[in-house]
């Protein structure tokens, strides 16, 4: 299996980890990507019309994302204990808990466009705001809720490697007063899993030049 990657990208390193978790790492060959709005990644458009990775190409060259897509396809390719479980109780839990973790990388991601990708003139602090109480409103959430599970999960998955992008990007200092949810955080970062995919690298946008129209070769009038 091909995994189009990103070495500084939440959503690719929540793959890797999971593909560590269930013992499948050494069946993919990781590629680094470059990825932004501003910035068109041909390969990665070419087997994904949003542009984004993580992006999987399976053995019978199925191509699939996105990142929750991929976990999921993943813990079918294995006989071990499942990421994804079965009871209800336990599978919805997993499934808010990775809800919680994508909103959170999302936010997380916007509170970095309006603080240093923007050009500075386009930058707008309400937004930025808007998106950073989402950011603390989680990690509050999380500092009740987390750990619930006996066994690692792909909630467990997604919040680790969500919150050590934060982390990454000095977003947020989320361990500040929420011991609980930082306990589970440095037990998570301790496992092999994610000590053997640490995030690294810079985002690669376009030029700051608000006339360039390299993100869209298509430009389409809309009145
Ligand atoms: N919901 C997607 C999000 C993927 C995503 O946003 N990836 C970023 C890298 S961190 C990307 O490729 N962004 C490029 C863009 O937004 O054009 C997932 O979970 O895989």
Redesign the pocket.
Known sequence: MKLLY?SH????R?VLVFAHEVGLAGQIQVVHHD???TLRNHD?FALNP?????VLVCDDETVL????VICEYLDGLHGGRKLFPSTPANRFRALRNQAVA?GLADAG?AVRWEAERRPEALRWPAMRDGHLAKVVGACDYLETQIGAGVHVDIGDVALATALSWIAFRNVYDFQAGRPRLSAWYERMCARASMRATPLHGDTVDGPQDASTTQGAPHAVAMD
């Open positions: 990103q990208s939440p959503y690719a929540k990825t932004s709005p990665v949003l542009g984004k990775v993580p994302f996105d990142s929750s994508m991601i």
